[in-house]
């Protein structure tokens, strides 16, 4: 069966900080990748997708970056946080037929 | 464009009543429906989807939902619901602008549920 894993679980960085979150996938291949953000009192956004290797679209402008070194692995970066980072980020992996399914998330406070 | 509405940010309900969480949704084409739900500091959980055939669909811990095609709308609704079912319920479309998946969500319903 399918597991995705995050971590780390909990961050606690300083503003301008760098960040690097990273969410593994097993037992499937070549699965679509996506990052979300959840702020508080705010529903999900979409930040990334990849559909392959080295292939990264971002649905929003801001100060994050995705790379995708391995084919079920994904990574979600910045070289220096902002306050407005702060947030609940949530890693999922696609299904055939549109579904998504979520890793635990990492909760990271920016200080 | 398409776009998912939950209706109701908040639902409080007492244990063992009836609840439906209403989502009604805007798309020019068919689409795929689900509903997930979130307990607090978790990720979100595939409830049930809606892919094509039969218009009621019933998912895990006993929820069911039903697509209505004229209405536009995905109600999700359980006959009794229990303290344990109090979490955050996420309504989402499938987003058919390109092949990659994407989904687009609503902004959540809180359901409380009270003794």
């Given at each position: 069966s399918q597991t995705i894993h995050q971590w780390p679980a909990t961050l606690v960085?300083?503003?301008g900080s760098p960040l690097s979150l990273e969410c593994t996938v097993e037992g499937t291949s070549n699965p679509n990748l996506y990052w979300y953000r959840q702020a508080a009192g705010r529903g999900l956004q979409l930040l990334f997708y990849s559909v392959g290797i080295g292939q990264i679209s971002s649905e929003v402008p801001q100060n994050l970056s995705a790379s995708r070194p391995?084919?079920?692995q994904f990574i979600l970066s910045s070289k220096k946080l902002l306050l407005s980072d702060s947030g609940f980020y949530l890693c999922a992996w696609g299904g055939?037929?549109?579904?998504q399914y979520f890793g635990p998330g990492t909760r990271l406070t920016v200080t | 464009a398409q776009s998912v509405t939950q209706?109701?940010?908040q639902v409080p309900v007492f244990e063992e009543a009836p609840v439906e969480l209403r989502c009604n949704y805007s798309s020019s084409v068919s689409v795929y429906l689900f509903w997930y739900v979130q307990y607090p500091n978790q990720g979100l959980q595939l409830l049930l989807k809606y892919l094509s055939g039969s218009t009621l669909v019933k998912g895990i811990n006993g929820f069911e939902a039903e697509?209505?095609?004229s209405q536009t709308s995905f109600h999700l609704r359980k006959p009794s619901v229990h303290i344990s079912d109090t979490a955050e319920y996420f309504c989402a479309v499938s987003d058919l602008r390109g092949s990659q998946g994407n989904l687009i969500f609503g902004k959540g319903t809180k359901l409380s549920?009270?003794?």
């Open positions: 960085q300083p503003v391995q084919d079920r055939v037929a549109y579904e | 209706l109701d940010s697509f209505n095609k549920v009270k003794p």
